[in-house]
């Protein structure tokens, strides 16, 4: 016998607590279907093509940016039936591709650099899971130690050595100049090997491989995969091989995923070897020959120098097309140097503390021209409900890194060059609320691993490049604009310039930094 009687529930009280969970789950089916019907708001989308048309192969970002004015900051394009999530603000970028990293961290496929077998290996462009996870970790681990970004600081002094003496020599060239600095740089920190010239063979077929990314990654590519023809084909008309280049495509990467890590594995062997990112993890780790955890070491190396050229390149040439823009600012950064270090030596990341103007203008520099101002882009894994809005699984998310460093509520008047955004009243670096490396590097799981190594490289080359040479526009050419190519990776547009030392103790003091 029951101690407690259970009341036993009228006929009226079931039949109210069965209405209450019908309406429950009607009220809830229909909001659902309700967020499903509501997309965000975009541009109208003409049948079958969808808005294809609407996105300009110029400056893509900047129009992004106008929509963000009429639709909101998240924006639903769709082509050829996919849907592509534009995120055009902070809070957005925050919400989704940060706080919900478990859904947001895929990546869509790039046609392209699939057929060329780089999504194999390369986990930039891997799907979130257990094989991205532990691959990244190796590199992130080292990107993001202060051990060793202070370890490489040698390496960033003697490309920044040698990029100077380039312009004392040869101030035409200066977009060589820069090429040959971000290879260097790279080689020498990734696997301790010196490039003397543009023409090394490992830096030119890095460029090589480079130069395909780049196409892979431009968004009609990888939108429209015209590359589906050729992967129809019938393997008696050749299949994907009938690509024209495709086999010179794969051997270069082949060649860069493996030349280089097998000297280094040389040099270790003799004893020569360099410090560098795959020297030291050979040495730590220990592994088996062409075992997983070496195939690794070597796989995450290549992706450094991959991620880091174009992108260094880049920032260097954008700064240096703001200094003409902008020759006032470019004054003020040699005034600090001038007063702090004096001129009988370079500044040092030593110096960094007291240079809080020249900071401002490497943070400024990442912001004014973001180089990728569409960062890469994230793929969400399953539907969505923010705001009210239905986001399909599979949408295709861009965070609009330009769109966002270039938000006036963040940045007043943003299009404008002007590093005191970063500075205190009294001239101290403040970018505790605008910091553009929030945007500029990506977001969530997949932000750059680079992004402390990228700001260290830049800075070194702008506080020394203020300290020993003037920049102008070139006398007799057309005055250069504020204008950038279309890419994933965007550089400014081919502008002339006149480099000069600053004095005759400057071009000394060039000299014999790079002789040391
Ligand atoms: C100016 C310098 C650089 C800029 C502006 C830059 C920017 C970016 C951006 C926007 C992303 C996409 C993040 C996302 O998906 O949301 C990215 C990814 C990545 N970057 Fe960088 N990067 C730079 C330099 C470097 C360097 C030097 C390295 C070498 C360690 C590097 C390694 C990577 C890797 C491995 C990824 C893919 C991350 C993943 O998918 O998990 N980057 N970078």
Request: a neutral charge; glycine letters at 8%; one cysteine or more.
């Amino acid at each position: 016998m029951a101690l407690i009687d259970t009341p036993r529930a009228s006929p009226t009280f079931v039949a109210s607590a069965l209405l209450l969970v019908l309406v429950s789950a009607a009220v809830q089916y229909w909001s659902r279907s309700r967020a499903r019907s509501k997309l965000p708001p975009g541009p109208t989308p003409l049948p079958i093509i969808g808005n294809i048309l609407d996105i300009p192969r110029n400056n893509p970002w900047q129009t992004f940016a106008e929509w963000g004015k009429i639709y909101g900051d998240v924006i639903h394009l769709q082509v050829f039936g996919k849907s592509i999530i534009l995120l055009n603000s902070a809070e957005a970028t925050n919400d989704l591709l940060e706080g919900r990293f478990g859904i947001y961290s895929d990546r869509p496929a790039f046609p392209l650099i699939d057929l060329v077998g780089h999504s194999k290996w390369n986990f930039g462009f891997m799907p979130y899971g257990q094989l991205w996870r532990s691959q990244r970790r190796l590199l992130q681990e080292k990107y993001t130690n202060q051990a060793f970004l202070r370890s490489v600081e040698p390496s960033h002094r003697m490309v920044v050595a040698r990029y100077l003496q380039n312009l004392l020599r040869d101030p035409e060239g200066v977009f060589e100049h820069i090429q040959l600095r971000a290879g260097q740089l790279i080689m020498d920190v990734t696997y301790g090997v010196t490039v003397e010239d543009a023409m090394d063979p490992f830096v030119q077929t890095a460029q090589h491989v480079m130069d395909v990314v780049a196409v892979g990654l431009s968004p009609p590519l990888w939108l429209l995969n015209p590359l589906a023809i050729v992967q129809g084909l019938p393997s008696w008309m050749g299949g994907q091989t009938a690509l024209p280049g495709l086999q010179r495509w794969r051997s270069d990467l082949e060649d860069m995923r493996c030349k280089p890590f097998a000297q280094v594995k040389e040099s270790l062997a003799k004893g020569t070897a360099r410090t560098s990112y795959a020297a030291t993890l050979l040495q730590e780790m220990a592994p088996e020959d062409g075992s997983e955890v070496e195939n690794t070491i070597r796989d995450t190396a290549t992706l450094a120098y991959g991620a880091g050229f174009d992108t260094a390149v880049s920032n260097a040439e954008s700064f240096l097309l703001a200094m003409i823009l902008y020759p006032e600012i470019q004054k003020k950064g040699q005034e600090e140097i001038d007063r702090v270090v004096g001129s009988h030596r370079l500044p040092d990341y030593s110096d960094k503390d007291s240079l809080p103007y020249i900071t401002a203008m490497m943070k400024e520099t990442f912001r004014w021209h973001p180089p990728a101002p569409t960062g890469i882009p994230h793929k969400l894994r399953s539907d969505d409900v923010y705001k009210g809005m239905h986001i399909p699984g599979g949408a295709i998310v861009m965070g609009n890194v330009w769109g966002i460093c270039h938000d006036p509520e963040r940045y007043p008047d943003p299009m404008t060059y002007n590093p005191e955004r970063f500075l205190r009243e009294d001239g101290t670096f403040d970018c505790s609320t605008n910091d553009p490396s929030r945007f500029v590097f990506g977001f969530g799981r997949r932000v750059c691993p680079g992004k402390y190594f990228s700001e260290d490289s830049s800075w070194l080359m702008i506080a020394q490049f203020l300290a020993t040479f003037n920049i102008t526009a070139a006398t007799g050419e057309p005055f250069p604009t504020a204008e950038f190519l279309p890419g994933g990776v965007s550089r400014p547009k081919k502008f002339k310039s006149t480099i000069t030392p600053r004095s005759k103790a400057a071009a000394e003091l060039v000299e014999h930094a790079a002789r040391d």
